[in-house]
């Protein structure tokens, strides 16, 4: 078994798990939560397609060019368990708050995630984003150190767009 | 009146060497005259450019007086939306080329704030018209048509910056275009982007607009929310008896 398709099934059955664990639990809507947050990253993911490049998937995890709904997957569950965290941890605390916490953890947890996809090879960037890197790296990792302030700002808009489309279904 | 456009001194210069200059195709039979008009091309360009971020601030600040008649937060609102622009301008300005503007135009690379500007009063304006007129409807509807109408003046403020020459797509977007054009230039996949944009631009300022406005109650999802309202049950019930 290649070390990819290893990579593919654990990000499936890791969200798999997650969504068992969410339901076993009694969080509401969990299906539908998932939904939204797939979608935002999608949409996301589709704009900013040409700036990005993810090679070495099998063919059947790509949707659409490089796009590969597996790595979707991976950061509909890395959006959920930070906002878990963050409502478990810090329940107390107003949204306000709670959404710089929530952008806080998501980028702990990226990127050592994004390191190590970045050192495998199946993650890299694609010509006209290089040209606008300082060539400056998170310290002992291979991340360019733009990430620092490009991941809250791009998670920002599909958090917002969760929230708020959450929002709409529960209004409704 | 070219000393006034400075920033363009140093083409005027290049057009000094003519006709040996590589620029020009071909070598015209007056060659000064020729010079002369290239001259006027540069500072008519210019003055394009000067009167197209001229008119996006006299726009904004003309929709932003009316609007504040209708809506005391507006000028709040419109922050919102502006920052959202921002920053999915900031995050995806490799994609995109906004050209030939003046230099104060720039904040980070080719990340104008005219153009932002130009983005939020749309999404300003087209949430207000929709409010004003279909104030019954749900906020998911709203929401739809906040979609359709941004679309509707997005593609022809598309149309206009990219005739005017302000607006160029990288290699790697032109790689993806299927090569159709609509509108003279804009390429047909803007009917897609502009709503996918906006989507998650509309959503960002919602949610924002909803937090200042209405704290906890409506962004929570209904298990955030009951612990919210225990914790309040809680505190409350501790105040009492404490008196």
Known sequence: MSGILILELFVIAFTAGLWFYMKKKGYKNVTRKFIILFVGVLLFEIMSEPMWLNTGFDEWTYIYRDITWVLTLGWVSIFMISIMLVNYVFQHFPEKKKFWLYLLFIEAIVVPLESGLLITGVRGYAEVLTSTFSGTLIPFTPVPLEAIWALPLFTSLILTFYKYVNYLFERS | ?243
Do not use: H
């Not at chain 2, 749900?138 to 598309?158: K, N």
């Not at chain 2, 090569?179 to 996918?196: H, S």
């Open chain 2, 1 to 243: 009146m070219i000393g006034l456009y400075s920033g363009k001194w140093f083409l005027i210069i290049v057009t000094n060497s003519f006709p040996s200059s590589p620029i020009f195709p071909y070598y015209p039979s007056n060659c000064k005259r020729f010079k002369y008009d290239y001259i006027n091309i540069i500072i008519k360009n210019e003055v394009q450019m000067v009167l197209f971020e001229l008119s996006v601030i006299s726009l904004s600040i003309i929709f932003l007086l009316i609007l504040k008649k209708l809506d005391k937060d507006i000028l709040r609102k419109f922050g919102i939306v502006f920052i959202a622009v921002l920053l999915f301008e900031y995050f995806t300005q490799a994609l995109w080329l906004n050209v030939n503007l003046e230099r104060w135009a720039y904040l980070y690379l080719d990340v104008s704030w005219i153009i932002t500007l130009g983005w939020a009063t749309i999404i300003v304006v087209s949430m207000a018209i929709i409010n004003l007129y279909f104030p019954r409807y749900s906020e998911r509807s709203r929401f739809l048509l906040y979609l359709i109408i941004i679309t509707i003046i997005g593609l022809v403020a598309e149309a206009v910056v990219v005739n005017l020459g302000i607006r160029q797509y990288s290699s790697a977007v032109k790689d993806v275009l299927i090569g159709y054009n609509i509108l003279g230039g804009v390429p047909i996949e803007v009917l897609y982007y502009i709503p996918v944009f906006m989507a998650l631009v509309l959503s960002f300022s919602r949610y924002w607009e909803i937090s200042f406005g209405e704290p906890d109650k409506s962004t929570s999802t209904k298990k955030e929310g009951s612990r919210v309202n225990k914790l309040a049950k809680k505190k409350t019930a501790k105040r009492r008896t404490k008196k």
